[in-house]
T-cell receptor
Framework: QQQVKQSPQSLIVQKGGISIINCAYE??????FPWYQQFPGKGPALLIA?????SEKKEGRFTISFNKSAKQFSLHIMDSQPGDSATYFC?????????FGAGTRLTVKP | DAGITQSPRHKVTETGTPVTLRCHQT?????MYWYRQDPGHGLRLIHY???????DKGEVSDGYSVSRSKTEDFLLTLESATSSQTSVYFC??????????FGPGTRLTVL
């Protein structure tokens, strides 16, 4: 039973466009929602994270939008660049219990 | 990279043999984790540690054991490897229970 559902599985975006990846979670006890970026052959790297007391967090071109009532959160990548091409994972959890989505493979075409 | 190294980086072994993977950190993080990554499943927690000799099970702990005798080292052992344990294994560390930083991974193939 997957506690965090991520969509889409893959995404192709033109350079300069907006990439949007969505996640939904089930456990209302989760109170930490990070996004990770992973390049082939590397470990996941923490990109940005949010707590449920805010609805949006922005760091550079990356924004998390959080909807607590719907139990959904999303990652927006503005002005997407070819260097953003990677696999992105959302996660949700608390107290050492982190559950990950299945991942989205993003390709940004030049 | 949060000062994390994993060894070996690649290993091929046969069904039924014991395997130990090592995670070493240099920044004195309290929390350490072992995950496996499989296509379609994302990352799944195997075991974690919240201090020396303090460990607990994760989501997919069956067939795995761990030990932490020093702050800097967290070992994952497959007592008798099976083909279903073919995966990429990641170690992670954290200062608190939330913000995790991952190592480079170990690709394990069980034939």
């Amino acid at each position: 039973q997957q506690q965090v559902k991520q969509s889409p599985q893959s995404l192709i975006v033109q350079k300069g466009g907006i990439s949007i990846i969505n996640c939904a979670y089930e456990n209302t006890a989760f109170d930490y929602f990070p996004w990770y970026q992973q390049f082939p052959g590397k470990g996941p790297a923490l990109l940005i994270a949010i707590r449920p007391d805010v609805s949006e967090k922005k760091e550079g071109r990356f924004t998390i939008s959080f909807n607590k009532s719907a139990k959904q959160f999303s990652l927006h990548i503005m002005d997407s660049q070819p260097g953003d091409s990677a696999t992105y994972f959302c996660a949700a959890g608390n107290n050492n219990d982190m559950r990950f989505g299945a991942g989205t493979r993003l390709t940004v075409k030049p | 990279d949060a000062g994390i190294t994993q060894s070996p980086r690649h290993k091929v072994t046969e069904t039924g043999t014991p395997v130990t993977l090592r995670c070493h950190q240099t920044e004195n993080h309290r929390y350490m984790y072992w995950y496996r990554q499989d296509p379609g499943h994302g990352l799944r927690l195997i075991h974690y540690s919240y201090g020396v000799k303090d460990t607990d099970k994760g989501e997919v702990s069956d067939g795995y054991s761990v030990s932490r005798s020093k702050t800097e080292d967290f070992l994952l052992t497959l007592e008798s490897a099976t083909s279903s344990q073919t995966s990429v294994y990641f170690c992670a560390v954290a200062l608190d229970e939330y913000t995790q930083y991952f190592g480079p991974g170990t690709r394990l193939t069980v034939l």
